[in-house]
């Protein structure tokens, strides 16, 4: 999938961060996360007790103002969602960036989410500082690790892969 830059629409840590240096094509490829296993992500019903998923991110400021406002910090808004049926504690949010070789991780973090009620879709924020080592390509994986009972675990991750160009 080709992201455009308006307003408001998703993008990645690297997109951000390319357009400070002048890069004049990225492009954004959002999709689950291998598993291991070919599990279809599902439907946002709450037919389930316990189904966590990763529906998106964004950043703050937004790509389309970061050239004219050039900044050293920015927010990565990861949007979850509860789609079971039971409240859950303690949900465990990891979020990486790094280029496309192995072994080159260039952000890493984890946040707890206390609690997320049944059919509650939340926005955590975590601030990133840049600049970031520049790569001709970047992947950002965002996943929620399974609660007790679910099974619907392909929703759980997306991989956002950015391949730069000019």
Same mark, same amino acid.
Do not use: K, W
């Given at each position: ?5 308006? /307003?408001? *629409? !998703?993008?990645?840590? *690297? ?8 890069? @004049? ?10 598993? &291991?296993?070919?599990? %279809? *992500?599902?439907?946002? @019903?709450?037919?389930? %007790? ?25 927010? =990565?808004?990861?949007?979850?969602? +509860? #789609? &079971? ?7 465990? =949010? +990891?979020?990486?960036? @790094?280029?496309? $070789?192995?072994?080159? =991780?260039?952000?890493? *973090? ?14 955590? /924020? /975590? !601030? ?7 790569? $001709? ?5 965002? @996943?929620?690790?399974?609660?007790? &009972?679910?099974?619907? =675990? &392909? +929703? +759980? $991750? #997306? ?8």
């Amino acid at each position: 999938m080709q992201i455009r830059l308006p /307003r408001g *629409a !998703p993008i990645t840590l *690297a997109a951000l961060l390319l357009v400070t240096i002048g890069c @004049s094509r990225i492009t954004v490829v959002d999709t689950p996360a291998p598993s &291991g296993r070919d599990l %279809p *992500a599902a439907p946002a @019903s709450l037919s389930v %007790p316990h189904d966590l998923a990763v529906t998106g991110i964004d950043f703050d400021p937004a790509l389309s103002t970061f050239e004219s406002r050039p900044t050293d910090e920015v927010i =990565l808004l990861v949007v979850v969602e +509860n #789609r &079971g049926t039971e409240s859950e504690h303690n949900v465990h =949010l +990891n979020v990486s960036l @790094s280029g496309t $070789s192995a072994g080159d =991780l260039l952000l890493q *973090a984890e946040r707890s989410i206390s609690e997320l009620a049944a059919g509650q879709t939340r926005v955590e /924020r /975590r !601030p990133v500082h840049l600049p970031i080592a520049l790569r $001709s390509a970047y992947q950002l994986p965002v @996943s929620v690790e399974p609660v007790q &009972g679910e099974t619907s =675990l &392909g +929703n +759980n $991750s #997306r991989v956002y892969r950015f391949q730069l160009g000019e």
